[in-house]
């Protein structure tokens, strides 16, 4: 590879933020479908999560780089034009639709999950007929085509106690041989692949699998600004050793510039379309699925900013709260709340405030983020159409963030 461009952390911090779309001033005026369209084209996906205590995981970062917005916009993108469709990409995702040949390989490779693969090798009778019933009477949820088959659904037993027809039907949607939709409370429903990616998507040949993880490396360098070979193999959940072995000649060709970030172990990659802003006034909340904090490792190299999601974790042992936002503020993360949308009573709930340690060296003070975070809180709760923000937990934030309130 050739001698690495030098970068600073501040400046590398401020290339990551412009390329992820966190430093550029959201719209002044209505945001409509081309607003969500240049996300879309800008990230290539965002990802989808049950959870649902504030808002569903694929809307918020849309908030954070648009602010409030009609969130059909994005469902009639997704479920209505089929600009962008469902399929594993970091996770659960939805992918802009023009890179669907990019992931056919996956769809040719056996499922990573233990339990829809094996359904899928035991079970080719159950696949064969799920499949055309699917291209018959979709778009079918799991309960209707148990319906449709009249099998009882077994809901014991590991995989979310998934009968045999849902691990089926993920094996055939994994294969790319059913498509899927959301329908009333984000249930997923299944269709023929034809519904959801359209003729001249569908039409285009098939890259070789080479060719795909090179245009993939390239879309997650683009949203990443600034990236490891271990940073763009998590975008896309992709073969390190193939990524590894890809970068260099994606260099060589021009197509990344290779940095030596300050306080990186490793060479980086730039990809040439990323800008490196003066200056970042950032003011947004991020999800934690947000493409912004996938890579965990990646978050505390880039802001020095530790964050561990803790849905998981049981509540006695929890540091932070249960549905934690991190919020950017300039360039940095300066501040975490715990949030719950109280849909009942209408209120946004902070059940916990922190702000960063060391807010002093990350230029501002608890004043200002308190001002800063309690305007961006009231604009969440307009947009989800609730009346007040309350502030009912805990944190070293709190009784400040509170008194603004």
């Given at each position: 590879?050739?001698?690495?461009?030098?970068?600073?952390?501040?400046?590398?911090?401020?290339?990551?933020?412009?390329?992820?779309?966190?430093?550029?001033?959201?719209?002044?005026?209505?945001?409509?479908?081309?607003?969500?369209?240049?996300?879309?084209?800008?990230?290539?996906?965002?990802?989808?999560?049950?959870?649902?205590?504030?808002?569903?995981?694929?809307?918020l970062?849309?908030?954070?780089?648009?602010?409030?917005?009609?969130?059909?916009?994005?469902?009639?993108?997704?479920?209505?034009?089929?600009?962008?469709?469902e399929?594993?990409?970091?996770?659960?995702?939805?992918?802009d639709?023009?890179?669907?040949?990019?992931?056919?390989?996956?769809?040719?490779?056996?499922?990573?999950?233990?339990?829809?693969?094996?359904?899928g090798?035991?079970?080719?009778?159950?696949?064969?007929?799920?499949?055309?019933?699917?291209?018959?009477?979709?778009?079918?949820?799991?309960?209707?085509?148990?319906?449709?088959?009249?099998?009882?659904?077994?809901?014991t037993?590991?995989?979310?106690?998934?009968?045999?027809?849902?691990?089926?039907?993920?094996?055939?949607?994994?294969?790319?041989?059913?498509?899927?939709?959301?329908?009333?409370?984000?249930?997923?429903?299944?269709?023929?692949?034809?519904?959801?990616?359209?003729?001249?998507?569908?039409?285009?040949?098939?890259?070789?699998?080479?060719?795909?993880?090179?245009?993939?490396?390239?879309?997650?360098?683009?949203?990443?600004?600034?990236?490891?070979?271990?940073?763009?193999?998590?975008?896309?959940?992709?073969?390190?050793?193939?990524?590894?072995?890809?970068?260099?000649?994606?260099?060589?060709?021009g197509?990344?510039?290779?940095?030596?970030?300050?306080?990186?172990?490793?060479?980086?990659?730039?990809?040439?379309?990323?800008?490196?802003?003066?200056?970042?006034?950032?003011?947004?909340?991020?999800?934690?699925?947000?493409?912004?904090?996938?890579?965990?490792?990646?978050?505390?190299?880039?802001?020095?900013?530790?964050?561990?999601?803790?849905?998981?974790?049981?509540?006695?042992?929890r540091?932070?709260?249960?549905?934690?936002?991190?919020?950017?503020?300039?360039?940095?993360?300066?501040?975490?709340?715990?949030?719950?949308?109280?849909?009942?009573?209408?209120?946004?709930?902070?059940?916990?405030?922190?702000?960063?340690?060391?807010?002093?060296?990350?230029?501002?003070?608890?004043?200002?983020?308190?001002?800063?975070?309690?305007?961006?809180?009231?604009?969440?709760?307009?947009w989800?159409?609730?009346?007040?923000?309350?502030?009912?937990?805990?944190g070293?934030?709190?009784?400040?963030?509170?008194?603004?309130?």
């Open positions: 590879m050739p001698r690495p461009t030098s970068l600073s952390a501040a400046q590398a911090r401020r290339t990551v933020l412009a390329a992820q779309g966190l430093a550029a001033a959201r719209p002044s005026g209505r945001v409509d479908r081309r607003h969500l369209r240049s996300v879309i084209r800008r990230l290539g996906l965002v990802q989808i999560d049950s959870v649902n205590v504030l808002a569903r995981a694929h809307h970062p849309f908030f954070s780089r648009l602010g409030p917005h009609d969130p059909t916009l994005l469902d009639r993108l997704a479920y209505r034009d089929h600009e962008v469709f399929y594993w990409g970091h996770e659960a995702s939805l992918i639709v023009e890179l669907e040949p990019l992931l056919r390989w996956r769809m040719a490779d056996g499922h990573r999950w233990s339990g829809p693969a094996t359904v090798h035991r079970r080719p009778d159950l696949i064969g007929q799920l499949e055309a019933l699917v291209h018959e009477h979709g778009p079918a949820s799991a309960a209707e085509l148990d319906e449709i088959l009249g099998t009882r659904r077994d809901r037993g590991p995989w979310w106690g998934w009968s045999d027809t849902k691990k089926a039907l993920e094996h055939l949607f994994w294969h790319g041989r059913v498509g899927a939709v959301r329908r009333g409370g984000f249930e997923r429903a299944y269709c023929h692949p034809a519904v959801t990616v359209p003729p001249h998507v569908r039409d285009r040949p098939t890259p070789a699998r080479e060719e795909a993880l090179r245009d993939l490396l390239l879309v997650a360098a683009r949203a990443h600004g600034v990236a490891t070979p271990k940073d763009l193999a998590d975008y896309w959940r992709l073969p390190i050793r193939e990524v590894r072995a890809l970068t260099p000649g994606l260099v060589a060709d197509q990344l510039e290779a940095v030596a970030v300050e306080g990186w172990r490793e060479t980086g990659v730039r990809h040439p379309d990323a800008s490196l802003p003066r200056r970042v006034d950032a003011c947004a909340l991020v999800s934690p699925f947000d493409v912004a904090m996938w890579h965990r490792d990646r978050v505390e190299r880039i802001h020095g900013f530790r964050y561990v999601i803790e849905i998981y974790v049981p509540e006695a042992k540091v932070h709260g249960y549905y934690v936002l991190p919020f950017l503020l300039g360039d940095t993360y300066v501040a975490r709340v715990d949030l719950k949308a109280d849909r009942a009573g209408r209120r946004l709930l902070v059940q916990s405030a922190w702000a960063e340690p060391d807010l002093d060296q990350r230029g501002t003070d608890e004043a200002e983020v308190a001002e800063r975070l309690s305007n961006e809180l009231r604009l969440l709760a307009d989800l159409d609730l009346d007040d923000v309350v502030v009912v937990g805990r070293d934030l709190a009784p400040a963030l509170a008194a603004v309130h």
